[in-house]
């Protein structure tokens, strides 16, 4: 059973940090891309960044430079830096797995999300 479960979120000052974790089971880590999602209040998902294979990619221009994700094959688990936060980026963050970055939103596997809430 294809399992992707989130941790890390919670409430944090602007210009602060956080580390979300993705642990993944029920598939074969390497062979999938892993992606940070994101809704906030109101708003469409948006896919943030993505790692499949040897190579990542950030698709979310706002978060440009101050998001890094990553991934430990070991642990079967995907990470996301989150640096000098801002109040917009407040949202529920979800990973997601599929075959490729660009069908993770319409049909990739999700994790049920963590909150992260960016406020003075």
């Known amino acids: 059973q294809v399992q992707l479960v989130e941790s890390g979120g919670g409430l944090v000052q602007p210009g602060g940090s956080l580390r979300l974790s993705c642990v993944t089971s029920g598939f074969e880590f390497d062979d999938y891309a892993i992606g940070w999602l994101r809704q906030a209040p109101g708003k469409k998902h948006d896919v943030v960044s993505c790692i499949a294979g040897k190579s990542s990619v950030t698709l979310l221009e706002s978060v440009e430079g101050r998001f890094t994700i990553s991934r430990d094959r070991s642990k079967n688990t995907v990470y996301l830096q989150m640096d000098r936060l801002k109040p917009e980026d407040t949202a529920v963050y979800h990973c997601?797995?599929?075959?490729?970055?660009?069908?993770?939103?319409?049909?990739?596997?999700w994790g049920q999300g963590t909150p992260v809430t960016v406020i003075s």
């Open positions: 997601a797995a599929d075959l490729n970055c660009g069908g993770l939103i319409n049909y990739g596997v």
